[in-house]
């Protein structure tokens, strides 16, 4: 292990084989909103080593309580669940004060969405969102019941997957990364085009959390456990180029 | 065997990235204080500006259900950071530098109410043109998109950023510049974005 990064140093360079291609033409969508030019790769700047910084007192009680935070007069229908589990960089350090944001489908499939039309019905009590910030550890943690699954314009047979959607900030704008959980042993995880869009199996079974029994609240909620890595952040050896004079 | 572990897997955000990311576009309220488009404080220091634009698909249709972050230094050249550790300039209380929009569901238009940055030092101590740097995810976005806006103003700077000139095709590199315009309410900045195309707007690899 290298020495400890500091704040402001730099970022590995993405390996592209770990995500889904920009043109997926089995997710259809992808394939009017993927660029046809190669990227073109820079070595980081300030512009991409650091990233906007969130202080606990921006987030409410119930933030990270989707049991309770969209609750009108009463408990969401559902299996209650706990999900949580660490962020950690590609060294294995723990991500802290990161900004984790889930946004998921209530028991029926269906989202609190003015676009979503989807016969499954609302859950008066249920909003479908909530967030928090990482550790010292890493550690976020929150509480939900289980999203439904649902049938999407794709092919007409098409259904995703009961899953959870994560935004994640980390300590660096490279560090930015949206993905979605999904659930151990569902059967429908073989076939959803959006989770094939991914052209490697081992990077598939990382989205998909497995039960945790040893988290389980005895009479309560079940867990499952889910870990996120981000972009490693190594120390910038002998001179710190990203900032510092020309040589 | 390789020791890095690997990059979680990026996911689309779907069509209603705004439930999780911006639940009042979605049609509620949830939270007491919410992440938005307006970067700003009486505080602030810099001149107020707007950006404005359209994120079009490969066909020119907007893409109306789009979500796009910014992240800026202040009118110094500062970042927000404690990375940041350039000397002689400060860290503006008013401005953490970063916001979020979503596209208006009829006409796809973006906005945000920031200030113009001031030049940050890029590597090896070579000054960056201002410019402020930009992530866009939404339904069909397997992988968030990274690109930069650069200041019609800025001509000169613009010519000698060391990331502008990365870019091969001189045709190309107009696609980060916004175009300034005075309004009688203020100073727009009109940047629009093509994900395919046509004048396909530069993205990047960071």
Redesign the interface.
Known sequence: MTRAPQPGDEFLMRDTTSHPPAHAPGYKTSVLRSPRNALISLQQSLSEVTAPVYSADEFGPLDNDLIKNGAKNGLPVGERLIVHGYVRDQFGRPVKNALVEVWQANASGRYRHKKDTYIGALDPNFGGCGRMLTDENGYYVFRTIKPGPYPWRNRVNDWRPSHIHYAISGDGWVQRLITQMYFEGDPLIPTCPILRSIPDEEQIRGLIALQDTGSFVQLDSRAYRFDIVLRGHRATLFENIVQGAAQ | MNP??????????????????A?SA???E????NFGNVLTTPQTQGERIRIEGIVT???G?P?R?VLV?I?Q?NAAGK????????EGRAIDPGF???GRACSD?ETGLYSFETIKPGS???????P?AP?I?F?I??????????T?MYFSDETAANANDP?IN??EWQV?RQTLIAKREEHANGVVYRFDIR???EN???????
């Open positions: 890095l572990l690997r990059e979680t897997a990026s996911q689309t955000a779907g069509p209603y990235v705004h439930i999780g990311l639940p979605a049609g509620f949830i939270f007491e204080k698909d490969g066909s249709t893409v259900d972050e992240w230094a970042y927000n950071h404690p990375g940041d550790r350039q953490r530098g970063w569901f940050v030092t890029g590597r090896n101590g070579r960056m410019h740097n992530w995810v939404a339904r069909g976005i397997n992988i968030g998109l990274h930069r990331v990365l870019i190309r994900l395919q195309g396909e707007t530069v993205f990047f690899d960071i």
